[in-house]
């Protein structure tokens, strides 16, 4: 599970912000009902591509964050492919990717469509989530998950930038 506990000596380097408006393109959804923002200040962030970062967001997660992180997934509907592969990140197809960006790209069973999108910046890592609804079954299911994700969101990425 995610640790929601944080020492509060050490300021966090990770904070919530507005989906920046260049990156809303680089959807390929047809329309975005959900969209949240992450980014964590690191300095010069040269060090791993985009898509070396977003594994080491999900892949290098604790056991139990994978596992509920899949288990979540899969219950919004989402349809992932292998845990680990060069074409998948923890099971999200890799839908582009060059070293700055990745985006990631999950299909629905259940109505619901997902992306993730890793941006490397000059001093700073933004992770952005936007999601598709479709039906009012997927509009249920989001309704569950929606009040926990930017808290997961925080966590995955304080997490990785440790």
Known sequence: MLDSTTDPQIPSRVRHVPVPPEVHPLSTLARIDYENAV???LGPAQDRTAEQWARAILEDAPPETR???T???TALGLQLGPAR???FVLGWPVRHST???VLLSADPTLGLSGELLVQRRPQ???LACFIQLEDDTARALWTQAESRHPHVMHQ???QATR
């Open 85 to 87: 592969s060069e074409d």
């Open 156 to 158: 995955l990425l304080e």
């Open 67 to 69: 596992h509920a992180l």
């Open 71 to 73: 288990q979540g997934w």
């Open 39 to 41: 980014l964590a200040d």
């Open 99 to 101: 070293p700055d960006l």
């Open 124 to 126: 700073s890592l933004l």
